[in-house]
């Protein structure tokens, strides 16, 4: 059973009462501040996570909503068109702690449009935004060419099963090895 998606206010709230649990949130997308993730991968094509603040209602607050995946242009310079819906509009996702994180050793501090991570102060910093606690990946319908069909969390169970079952298979045939080698007499030298 799926449970109901959580209404969330336009005001602030703690993350522990809405991070894993289905929301409904109401208001506009502001597409000034948005943010586009790097590198990306989505059916072996490079792209970005797009990232928008979505104002809830008539308040100061607002929540970022991972809306989607895009893909990239021929060239890194030119970056993709993004629709975004005008208007009051109501969408429903999935609340996250954070968004996963790339590798970056660099630690470079976000410019642009273009970011590798998304940490909520950084972005409240740079853009002066209030913001929620937490992410919604958005999961409701919106005319806006972008790809959400995210991956569920147990998926690919069954390739864990598989690549247990070789790795088991590994250990058996060394212990028969180590057996084998052990007990192997070795035959005198004829001279």
Do not use: C
Request: proline share 8%; charged share 25%.
């Amino acid at each position: 059973m799926v449970e109901p998606a959580r209404e969330l206010p336009a005001r602030p709230v703690a993350a522990g009462d809405y991070v894993q649990h289905r929301v409904a949130a109401q208001g506009r997308f502001l597409p000034e501040f948005t943010v586009l993730l790097d590198n990306k991968i989505h059916d072996a094509r490079l792209g970005y996570e797009v990232v928008t603040p979505l104002r809830l209602g008539e308040s100061r607050l607002h929540v970022l909503v991972d809306r989607g995946w895009v893909a990239a242009g021929p060239r890194r310079d030119v970056l993709p068109d993004i629709r975004t819906p005008q208007g009051e509009l109501r969408i429903e996702g999935l609340a996250v702690g954070h968004l996963p994180r790339a590798f970056d050793p660099m630690r470079r501090p976000p410019q642009g449009r273009v970011w590798q991570n998304l940490e909520l102060d950084e972005f409240s910093a740079a853009t002066g935004l209030a913001v929620q606690p937490f992410v919604v990946e958005q999961l409701s319908r919106v005319d806006d060419g972008l790809v959400r069909d995210r991956e569920r969390p147990d998926s690919g169970a069954e390739r864990n099963e598989s690549y247990a079952l070789q790795w088991y298979s590994f250990a058996v045939l060394a212990i028969i090895l180590f057996f084998v080698q052990s007990f192997r007499r070795e035959q005198p030298s004829k001279r």
